[in-house]
Every structure is written in C-alpha cells, then in structure tokens.
C-alpha cells in the first residue's frame, strides 16, 4: 500500500481514509455486490490515481477534506471498474495475484460489478458538485478507457506501423487518466491555468513512463512480482514497446512476427518471442524511453509548488523509473 512509501507521507492519512471510504462505498444491499467490492478494493490496488490528485491537492492548505475525498474515491472507483470489464474481455483469472471478479463470480456478474462501480463514482461527484468542468475531465477519461480497450481489442495480434500508434493507445489507456488525475487535483487546490496545465502534462509523461515500466516487466519479471503470468501481453496479442522495437530493429524480425500474429500460440513459442525481444536492444530503449519521459515530467513541475509537494512528485517520478512490480 502507498501509505508505506516515503513519497506520499504527506497524504498518508488521506489514503488511510480513502480505504475506509472505498469500502464504505461498495457496501450495498445486495450482500453480493458488498463482497466483491471489497474482494477488489482489497487485492492490492496501487492508488496511484487518487494518490496523485490528493498530492495536488496538497497545494492548497486551505481545502475541506470532506469536499477532497469524494473525488479521489471516484478516481479509484473509475479505475477498478475499467480493470473488471479489462479483465471479462481478456478472460483473465487472475490480477495482482488474486483471482478475477470474472472468474470468481462469472463474466455476467462481473460487468454489472463494474457498471455499479462507475455509477457509484459518477454519483459521488454530481452529489458534491464539482463543477462542469471536472465532470467534463472524468467522462472524457471513461471515453479514452473504451477507445483503448476496442482498439487493443481490435487489433490484437498485430503489430502496429509505428510506434505513434502505439502511444496513442496508452495514452487513452493509461497516461490520460494519470494526467486528469493531477490535472483536477490542482483544479480543486485552485491553481494557476499555467499550474494546472503543468500538472496534467507531468502526469501524463508519468503515466506513459508507468506502462512502459509494465511492458517492460510483462517480459523481464517473474509472474510472483506483477501479479499476473510473464509474457502475458504477448499471449493476449497486446503489442508493446519492446516488441514493436525488436520486430523493427531486431535480426528475427519475421519470426517474431509470425509467433505474435499466431492467437494459439503455443508455451514454447511465446518463450521464442520473449527471448527474441530480449535479446535485441529493445529492452534497452525502453528504458530509455521512461527515462526520457521521466525527465520531462520533472522538469516540468512548477517552482511555485510547496516545496513539499514538488518533492513528493519528483520522488514518485523516480519510483517509477526504479520499480519492478
């Protein structure tokens, strides 16, 4: 939990709260619903999303907890519900080491789940007034999820033209949300336009650093550490970083092509492909990559910041770069 890591000591009693809120969220009277919130909301979420805002939010000394929290409980309540129809179209049993709410429940079960969960958060922002233009932010982030996963979905097994491509998927499917995140954190704290603007390009650059590190651990980590089986993008035809540079730049470009684009892959084969990738430079310029978007995320920051603040976002910035699950 986030609460243990030294970056967001100024708000670990804000995620304390969040977690509290979180479940008293989910509780409903449908004992069912009740249990499979709370088995999501405690199968070791990262809270990077709430997280980020709240440390906007920071910024502003002046704010009422009680009009803070609702909104980063819908942040987390927003991104929960994405992952449980993520994981109804992939088939996934498994995420952050626990058992899916698709495979425990049934996909029937699980969508509703999901649809409940959007609700939920949608209703805590209408009821605290947020304004048009938060509520414009986070219904856009609703849109981009769904434009991401159709079009991860639509053209799986498939490795795309360029690598433009490919950021614009994790754009919609990551790094904009990471960006409204910060972006409506400094709206609520009242920032400058200039400020607010920064903001959401930090958490944007963070946000396409944080799934690059993924790719890069879906091929180098054990499946203990991520939660789910290495080399799983590959199998599911999600087609990343590493491997669009290795088909591009790599001496087994074709055979790496065939293995991706073959949606019954077979154990060995998948293990061909990841050995193919890692033994390109690919990996390499995948770092690099986070590395260069890290750098523009730090560098962007506002000196007018409480110093605090600033430094708790460049500390995130470097744990992003550094983690390994």
Same mark, same amino acid.
């Given at each position: 939990?986030?609460?243990?890591?030294?970056?967001?000591?100024?708000?670990?009693? /804000?995620?304390?709260?969040?977690?509290?809120?979180?479940?008293?969220?989910?509780?409903?009277?449908?004992?069912?619903?009740?249990?499979?919130?709370?088995?999501?909301?405690?199968?070791?979420?990262? @809270?990077?999303?709430?997280?980020?805002?709240?440390?906007?939010?920071?910024?502003?000394?002046?704010?009422?907890? /009680?009009? +803070?929290?609702?909104?980063?409980?819908?942040?987390?309540?927003?991104?929960?519900?994405?992952? +449980?129809?993520?994981?109804?179209?992939?088939?996934?049993?498994?995420?952050?080491?626990?058992?899916?709410?698709?495979?425990?429940? =049934?996909?029937?079960?699980?969508?509703?789940?999901?649809?409940?969960?959007?609700?939920?958060?949608?209703?805590?922002?209408?009821?605290?007034?947020? =304004?048009?233009?938060?509520?414009?932010?986070?219904?856009?982030?609703?849109?981009?999820?769904?434009? =991401?996963?159709?079009?991860?979905?639509?053209?799986?097994?498939?490795?795309?033209?360029?690598?433009?491509?490919?950021?614009?998927?994790?754009?919609?499917?990551?790094?904009?949300?990471?960006?409204?995140?910060?972006?409506?954190?400094?709206?609520?704290?009242?920032?400058?336009?200039?400020?607010?603007?920064?903001?959401?390009?930090?958490?944007?650059?963070?946000?396409?650093?944080?799934?690059?590190? /993924?790719?890069?651990?879906?091929?180098?980590?054990?499946?203990?550490?991520?939660?789910?089986?290495?080399?799983?993008?590959?199998?599911?035809? +999600?087609?990343?970083?590493?491997?669009?540079?290795?088909?591009?730049?790599?001496?087994?470009?074709?055979?790496?092509?065939?293995?991706?684009?073959?949606?019954?892959?077979?154990?060995?084969?998948?293990? @061909?492909?990841?050995?193919?990738?890692?033994?390109?430079?690919?990996?390499?310029?995948?770092?690099?990559?986070?590395?260069?978007?890290?750098?523009?995320?730090?560098?962007?920051?506002?000196?007018?910041?409480?110093?605090?603040?600033?430094?708790?976002?460049?500390?995130?910035?470097?744990?992003? =770069?550094?983690?390994?699950?």
């Amino acid at each position: 939990m986030l609460t243990k890591n030294k970056m967001f000591f100024i708000i670990k009693k /804000d995620l304390s709260s969040l977690e509290n809120l979180l479940h008293e969220t989910v509780t409903s009277p449908v004992d069912l619903i009740t249990d499979i919130g709370n088995h999501l909301i405690s199968s070791g979420g990262k @809270r990077i999303r709430p997280a980020l805002y709240l440390l906007a939010t920071k910024s502003n000394p002046n704010l009422d907890k /009680d009009y +803070v929290m609702p909104l980063a409980m819908a942040l987390e309540m927003i991104h929960t519900a994405s992952l +449980v129809h993520d994981d109804v179209l992939d088939n996934a049993t498994t995420r952050r080491g626990s058992a899916t709410a698709n495979a425990k429940w =049934g996909n029937n079960i699980a969508v509703l789940t999901g649809d409940y969960l959007f609700a939920k958060a949608f209703a805590a922002i209408a009821k605290n007034d947020y =304004g048009t233009r938060i509520s414009e932010r986070l219904a856009t982030i609703v849109c981009d999820l769904s434009e =991401g996963e159709i079009l991860q979905n639509h053209f799986g097994y498939t490795i795309p033209d360029s690598i433009d491509i490919y950021y614009e998927r994790i754009a919609k499917k990551t790094a904009n949300f990471i960006a409204t995140s910060c972006e409506i954190g400094a709206i609520v704290a009242k920032l400058s336009a200039k400020e607010i603007d920064a903001l959401r390009e930090y958490g944007y650059c963070i946000g396409m650093a944080f799934q690059i590190v /993924d790719d890069i651990l879906d091929l180098t980590s054990d499946s203990k550490k991520i939660g789910k089986p290495a080399g799983n993008d590959i199998l599911q035809g +999600v087609i990343t970083l590493p491997v669009i540079h290795a088909y591009k730049h790599g001496e087994n470009s074709e055979e790496l092509k065939n293995i991706i684009e073959n949606r019954q892959m077979s154990l060995e084969e998948l293990n @061909r492909a990841i050995n193919i990738v890692k033994n390109s430079n690919s990996i390499d310029f995948a770092r690099q990559t986070v590395t260069e978007f890290l750098n523009r995320a730090k560098n962007i920051l506002p000196d007018s910041l409480p110093q605090s603040v600033r430094t708790s976002f460049i500390e995130i910035a470097d744990f992003i =770069g550094s983690r390994d699950y």
